[in-house]
């Protein structure tokens, strides 16, 4: 059956309903991200859908992103681990790349990357730099438990021996996560997200969202944010306090969030996004999590090179070290407006 291509711009209920009933879906193909990226960073939005006589059979999301210091390109979709293409069939694959090109033509952009967990045959540039580490979940906690690594169990008796400990909520949980999560962003060199970024996120998925806190009397010393689609749980953000490193309250934080995950019948816990053998990869295999490899492929215009936005690229190094040493009330003014044409 012959397909057109459109932007979509209706309710959101078709939409979600093609991708809830796809089985290759991920929580960001959701329709509510839209709404989230919109509204905290006012960026223009292009969603796309292909249709045949039976309805949508296959959607792209888009994010155009312009800025002085980055340029002008689109993503499906920026700030999150996936988005990209979700089709029934390979013709409405072949279709949404091709109004993808002349997508790129119409907003002058340089190029459109797509975040995939399998790689499109239909675009050939293709970079496989990161990995998003998953964990088969135990039916139980008990079970859970018994899998862990001896060290790991270890470490997390040790915080509950330090006197942390947990709570789980919502909005009423954001500050104490935003103030980590603000510090630690400053001490890595990274410009932060607003408050008002996570604030979107809970209030438009409040049943598919949660904080999860450690504490230390009153004071929060660990938190992340938890969202989940289907039967898969994931923590894109999370933050510690490195004064407090060894107390452990970061592997209290995430057996917490296992045991969570167990509870409301997820199989499979994402850890999120790492780039393999550096610190983050080891803390999370460390768990039994395995490597999935991340397909971030790219539409070009012609003459233009794969695009480097990285913090490994050495043109960056001096702003982060010089933003690694600036007072966290300024870091926390200024981030928002610069994290937001970092994608």
């Known amino acids: 059956m012959e397909a057109t291509v459109q932007l979509y711009n209706e309710d959101h209920a078709h ?30 939005t292009m969603y796309l859908t292909a249709k045949n006589s039976t309805g949508i059979c296959g959607i792209l999301p888009c994010v155009q992103m312009k ?33 993808s090109r002349r997508m790129l033509e119409g907003t002058g952009s340089a190029h459109l990357e797509l975040r995939h967990l399998t790689r499109c045959p239909e675009i050939a ?5 990161k990995v998003t580490m998953v964990l088969d979940l135990k039916n139980t906690e008990d079970e859970q438990w018994q899998a862990l690594d001896p060290k790991v169990r270890n470490q997390v008796r040790k915080a509950e021996k330090s006197g942390l400990h947990t709570v789980i909520g ?30 979107n996120v809970l209030e438009e998925f409040p049943d598919t969202t949660r904080i999860i806190s ?4 009153d004071k929060t010393v660990a938190s992340a944010l938890m969202t ?51 610190g983050t990869y080891r803390f999370k295999k460390q768990w039994g999590a395995r490597p999935v490899p991340l397909y971030w492929q790219y539409l070009l215009r012609e003459g233009v090179s794969l695009p480097e936005i990285t913090p490994k690229n050495p043109k ?12 966290l009330m300024l870091t926390n003014f200024l981030g928002p407006h610069i994290v937001r044409s970092i994608p």
């Not at 939409?15 to 839209?34: I, L, M, P």
């Open 15 to 44: 939409w979600d309903a093609f991708v809830a009933s796809h089985e290759a879906s991920t929580n960001y193909h959701q329709y509510g991200w839209r709404k989230v990226v919109e509204k905290s960073f006012g960026h223009r």
């Open 67 to 99: 800025s002085r210091l980055f340029g002008n390109f689109l993503v499906s979709l920026p700030f999150f681990n996936y988005g990209g293409l979700l089709c029934r069939e390979e013709s409405a694959a072949g279709l949404l790349v091709d109004s």
């Open 125 to 129: 540039a293709t970079k496989q730099h």
């Open 170 to 199: 919502k909005l009423d949980l954001l500050d104490g996560f935003y103030e980590v999560f603000s510090r630690n962003m400053r001490d890595l060199g990274t410009p932060v997200y607003g408050r008002s970024f996570f604030q």
């Open 214 to 217: 450690i504490l230390l009397h």
């Open 228 to 278: 989940w689609h289907k039967t898969t749980l994931e923590i894109p953000w999370a933050s510690s306090i490195r004064d407090y490193r060894e107390l452990c309250p970061n592997n209290l934080l995430y057996w917490e969030a296992l045991k969570f995950a167990i509870n409301r019948g997820a199989t499979r816990f994402d850890f999120g996004r790492s780039t393999p053998d550096e």
């Open 316 to 327: 960056y190094r001096l702003a982060i070290k010089v933003w690694q040493r600036m007072p």
